[in-house]
Nanobody, 116 residues
């Protein structure tokens, strides 16, 4: 059973915008935080942004001022609004869901490509 459903990736020109969504299945209980990581070819996976259910955020310096993370607790869904995209933002973006009662759960990833 797929517990994490990501959507919203694609190809965009530099300076463009994309919005990623990640919905957690109801089988994931006691969610404490939801976030996004990314992995570019040949690089390690890195944190992009994370948000707690209370709305506290941690955003990577490389995307501050361009990316915004938000959460809809009623829908167990996290959003990543990405503006002013740069070629260096090209990566596979992974949703991560943290729970108080089980190990964190990863999505399968969605490709974001920024290119002219």
């Amino acid at each position: 059973q797929v517990e994490v459903v990501e959507s919203g990736g694609g190809l965009v020109q530099p300076g463009g915008s994309l919005r990623l969504s990640c919905a957690a299945s109801k089988t994931i209980l006691s969610i404490s935080a939801m976030g996004w990581y990314r992995q570019a070819p040949g690089k390690q996976r890195e944190l992009v942004a994370i948000i707690t259910r209370a709305g506290n955020t941690n955003i990577a310096d490389s995307v501050k001022g361009r990316f915004t993370i938000s959460i809809d607790n009623a829908k167990n869904t996290v959003y990543l609004q990405m503006n002013s995209l740069k070629p260096e933002d090209t990566a596979v973006y992974y949703c991560n869901i943290q729970s108080y009662t089980r190990p964190s759960v990863w999505g399968r990833g969605t490709q974001v490509t920024v290119s002219s």
